[in-house]
Nanobody
Framework: QVQVVESGGGLVQPGGSLRLSCVAS????????MGWHRQAPGKQRELVAK??????????DYADSVKGRFTIIRHNAENTIYLQMNDLRPEDTAVYYC????????WGQGTQVTVSS
């Protein structure tokens, strides 16, 4: 059974930075797709960024709203991903969830990110 654990959320002022971490353990192999989603109060969960990995290439995809501000970093061998979030805005406030294996895969419990002055 794959376990997904996130860490690194918190309270930050607008314009600040945070780094989220996620480890997916127990798979025994490199998980093809890992990513970050978020859900703000009263809104649907949305994809923030994902990293897909084969033996040949790694690719990253971002939501338009975070391009240029957020960076997803992946360490394949450890099934670990990070989300470096810069220039945070109040609209980035949400619970951030780590996903391993796509929508039908495994999910962490979430970590709260609050951007407020």
């Amino acid at each position: 059974q794959v376990q997904v654990v996130e860490s690194g959320g918190g309270l930050v002022q607008p314009g600040g930075s945070l780094r989220l971490s996620c480890v997916a353990s127990g798979s025994g192999f490199i998980i093809y797709e890992m990513g970050w989603h978020r859900q703000a109060p009263g809104k649907q969960r949305e994809l923030v960024a994902k990293a897909t990995s084969t033996r040949v290439i790694n690719s990253m995809d971002y939501a338009d709203s975070v391009k240029g501000r957020f960076t997803i970093i992946r360490h394949n061998a450890e099934n670990t991903i990070y989300l470096q979030m810069n220039d945070l805005r109040p609209e980035d406030t949400a619970v951030y969830y780590c996903n391993a294996g796509g929508e039908d895969g495994f999910w962490g419990q979430g970590t709260q990110v609050t951007v407020s002055s």
